[in-house]
């Protein structure tokens, strides 16, 4: 089925490793971001891209890394993981040219924490 | 800078009755879009109805429908006779700039809704 494929589900992390998380679209979306979901925080944005080649920063960038090379992939790197890093991250996906009326295509998250 | 308030946490309803979830936001731009997400207990985020901020009419998807008041700056949900799957939690995000084009978003703290049997 089309959309956004996250991987892994679940990470559990050591303070100080680094990892990457997966983010792949299938829809040919322009855009693609990455949030963190936090208890009584809502979601927040971390990094966007409008095209490959193309990223951003968001509301709260620190201690995170993306690139995009391609279209589809949009991987999400912690480089030396902490604590306050413990969260739910979530890929979203959508066109830029077409109709922007249907909101974005969440991935399925992935649930990190950092002991 | 742009802010989406969600001002209740959490809600009840009972089953087959309507509930509205409040939103309201703040922005300097004319153009703009609000949508309104739900996230089951499994997880996932789900696209539920967006309003354009140049669109005439309320959106209406099916039970759902977005009362926008714009000289308010609200954009309540309106969930119609409610179902024991309608309990989820209910974000509200608005985009900030028209349709196309870059697109940043930003989500309110949301609101879990529980419906009573």
């Known amino acids: 089925n089309a959309g956004v494929t996250q991987t892994p589900k679940f990470q559990v992390l050591k303070t100080g490793q680094s990892m990457t998380l997966q983010c792949a679209q299938d829809?040919?979306?322009?855009?693609m971001s990455w949030y963190r979901q936090d208890p009584g925080m809502g979601l927040r944005l971390i990094h966007y891209?409008?095209?490959?080649?193309?990223?951003d920063q968001g509301e709260v960038p620190n201690g995170y890394n993306v690139s995009r090379s391609t279209t589809e992939d949009f991987p999400l790197r912690l480089l030396s993981a902490a604590p306050s890093q413990t969260s739910v991250y979530f890929c979203?996906?959508?066109?830029?040219?077409?109709?922007?009326?249907?909101?974005?295509?969440f991935g399925s998250g992935t649930r990190l924490t950092v002991v | 800078a742009q802010k989406i308030t969600q001002t209740q946490p959490g809600m009840f309803v009972q089953e087959k009755e309507a509930v509205t979830l409040d939103c309201t936001y703040d922005?300097?731009?004319?153009?703009?879009?609000l949508f309104w997400y739900k996230q089951p207990s499994s997880g996932e985020m789900i696209f539920l109805i967006y309003?354009?901020?140049?669109?005439?009419q309320n959106a209406t998807e099916g039970r759902y429908s977005l009362n926008f008041q714009k000289a308010r700056k609200s954009a309540n949900l309106v969930i119609s006779a409610s179902q024991l799957g309608d309990s989820a939690m209910y974000f509200c995000?608005?985009?900030?700039?028209?349709?196309?084009?870059?697109?940043?978003?930003?989500f309110g703290t949301g609101t879990k809704l529980q419906v009573i049997p």
């Open positions: 309003q354009g901020s140049y669109d005439e």
């Open positions: 922005t300097s731009d004319q153009s703009y879009g």
């Open positions: 995000a608005m985009r900030r700039g028209p349709s196309g084009g870059y697109q940043k978003v930003t």
């Open positions: 829809m040919n979306h322009e855009y």
């Open positions: 979203a996906s959508n066109s830029l040219t077409g109709s922007s009326n249907y909101g974005y295509t």
């Open positions: 891209s409008v095209g490959a080649g193309i990223t």
